[in-house]
């Protein structure tokens, strides 16, 4: 799919007040600083619709992007952010589970995991309440520009066989990627395409 425009709409924390009208979306989830907001810029091509920092925490709410006029992404903040306070912690989950829940056009959520790392806990505790609440998503590996081939196809392969050793009884479709190489771009928008064409 060519991305012909990417523009930014709305940013709050409000479900209710995302945008009205019937386009479908696509969400960014995962841990503060796997990559959401740059995989945005990445897939977009442009260098800073979306805000990223090297610190974890950048993105606060839920920002809308229309693409092509036609369906958005959505850039939401990290989970498991730990340096805010118990009390603004449980608000901010609160509004993500909302937009989780409520929002109808949302048709796939993608799961952002730093393919260095294990499957954490909170990523896939997750996966398994998408899975619960029926909503469809894939897992896209953040950082693969920062293994070596070897290890990236080890880390991967690992982490399929530990989604299978838990509740999964097979792997969910995933995508490998690198917002700095562009790996995994045309992947991931084809996805989108296809799910697009079928609605
Ligand atoms: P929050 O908004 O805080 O939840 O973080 P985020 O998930 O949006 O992460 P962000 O895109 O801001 O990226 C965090 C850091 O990781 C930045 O320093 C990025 O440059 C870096 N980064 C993101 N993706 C990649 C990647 O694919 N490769 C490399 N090498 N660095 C990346
Ligand atoms: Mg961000």
């Known amino acids: 799919m060519k991305i012909k425009s990417a523009k930014f709409v709305i940013s709050n924390q409000d479900v209710k007040r995302c945008p009205d009208t019937k386009l479908p979306e696509y969400a960014f989830i995962g841990?503060?600083?796997?990559?959401?907001?740059?995989l945005i810029n990445m897939l977009t091509n442009h260098k800073s619709l979306a805000k990223t920092s090297g610190k974890p925490g950048k993105t606060q709410l839920i920002n809308h992007f229309i693409i092509n006029e036609d369906w958005y992404l959505v850039?939401?903040?990290?989970?498991?952010?730990?340096?805010?306070?118990?009390?603004?912690?449980?608000?901010?989950?609160?509004?993500?589970?909302?937009?989780?829940k409520q929002r109808r056009q949302l048709v796939c959520a993608f799961v952002l995991a730093d393919i260095r790392?294990?499957?954490?806990?909170?990523?896939?505790?997750?996966?398994?309440?998408?899975?619960?609440?029926?909503?469809?998503?894939?897992i896209v590996f953040t950082k693969a520009d920062?293994?070596?081939v070897g290890a990236l196809e080890r880390n991967i392969e690992a982490y399929k066989q530990q989604l299978l050793d838990g509740?999964?009884?097979?792997?969910?479709p995933y995508f490998v990627t690198s917002s700095?190489?562009?790996?995994?771009?045309?992947?991931?928008?084809?996805?989108?395409?296809?799910?697009?064409?079928?609605?």
């Open 167 to 172: 509740v999964w009884e097979e792997v969910p």
């Open 117 to 138: 790392h294990d499957p954490q806990p909170i990523d896939t505790e997750f996966m398994e309440w998408l899975g619960e609440n029926g909503i469809p998503f894939a």
């Open 146 to 148: 920062k293994l070596k």
């Open 31 to 38: 841990r503060s600083n796997v990559g959401k907001s740059s």
């Open 75 to 100: 850039d939401l903040p990290g989970y498991g952010y730990a340096r805010v306070s118990k009390t603004s912690k449980a608000k901010f989950q609160k509004f993500i589970t909302n937009y989780f």
């Open 180 to 199: 700095t190489s562009a790996l995994g771009r045309d992947e991931l928008l084809n996805y989108i395409d296809e799910i697009n064409k079928s609605l």
